[in-house]
């Protein structure tokens, strides 16, 4: 398996524009999770699904995150409209109920400058 | 309020000693343990657990200890190693409560130094 797949892997945008982060986690899991990291506040979680339907959306700072799971092997974090404050690593993970639900498997992360 | 603190931001070590990682928490609910690695530009990975029924947990060069009355685990690695170098989180989860996910510290940056 070629692990959790995130694209782009470094995105540069201007205030105001529309960002959309992308994830494809590992085939077979039925957890996905989205998770910022930056110097001040470590490692966030934002959002998590499972089995494709949003858990716990109450890391999402604000209105202008929104993140959709439309199928197993597809998600998506949007902002918009993107702020200075926004940038940051984001990090899309997945994990197994089956196996074990708590080793989340991590993409390698989008790092995200907004200016 | 954070339930899983990593007061260290950072840590040198010299190559061939022990490095030592720690990590509170204050939830006692918390009964599952991690730690995860993370080198620059890549996402963390899965190092080693300990569950709580344990107070000790060992591979190769990893160890993790659990102090459940302290609300206290540590990460020992020996001897360190320059590849050891990296950023390592502490996660914790209570495992039967249904949907919850981990919750992860702010992490450490360990340099081990030639």
């Known amino acids: 398996d070629a692990g959790v797949i995130q694209s782009p892997r470094h995105e540069v945008t201007e205030m105001g524009q529309e960002v959309t982060l992308r994830c494809k986690p590992i085939s077979g899991h039925d957890y996905l999770f989205w998770y910022r990291q930056t110097m001040m506040r470590g490692l966030e979680l934002l959002i998590y699904?499972?089995?494709?339907?949003?858990?716990?959306d109450s890391g999402m700072p604000e209105d202008r995150f929104s993140a959709k799971m439309p199928n197993a092997s597809f998600s998506t974090l949007k902002i918009q409209p993107s702020e200075p404050r926004d940038s940051a690593v984001y990090f899309c993970?997945?994990?197994?109920?089956?196996?074990?639900?708590?080793?989340?498997?991590f993409g390698p992360g989008t790092r995200l400058t907004v200016l | 309020d954070q339930q899983v603190k990593q007061n260290s931001p950072s840590l040198s070590v010299q190559e061939g000693r022990i490095s030592i990682l720690n990590c509170d928490y204050t939830?006692?609910?918390?009964?599952?343990f991690l730690w995860y690695k993370k080198y620059p530009a890549e996402g963390p990975t899965f190092l080693i657990s300990i569950s709580s029924i344990k107070d000790k947990n060992e591979d190769g060069r990893f160890t993790v200890f659990l102090n459940k009355s302290a609300k206290h685990l540590s990460l020992h690695i020996v001897p360190s190693q320059p590849g050891d170098s990296a950023v390592y989180f502490c996660a914790a989860i209570t495992l039967n409560s249904g949907n919850t996910p981990l919750v992860f510290g702010k992490g450490t940056r360990l340099s081990v130094i030639a």
């Open positions: 699904f499972n089995n494709n339907v949003p858990i716990d």
């Open positions: 993970a997945s994990s197994s109920e089956r196996e074990h639900r708590d080793e989340q498997f």
């Open positions: 939830n006692s609910m918390f009964d599952y």
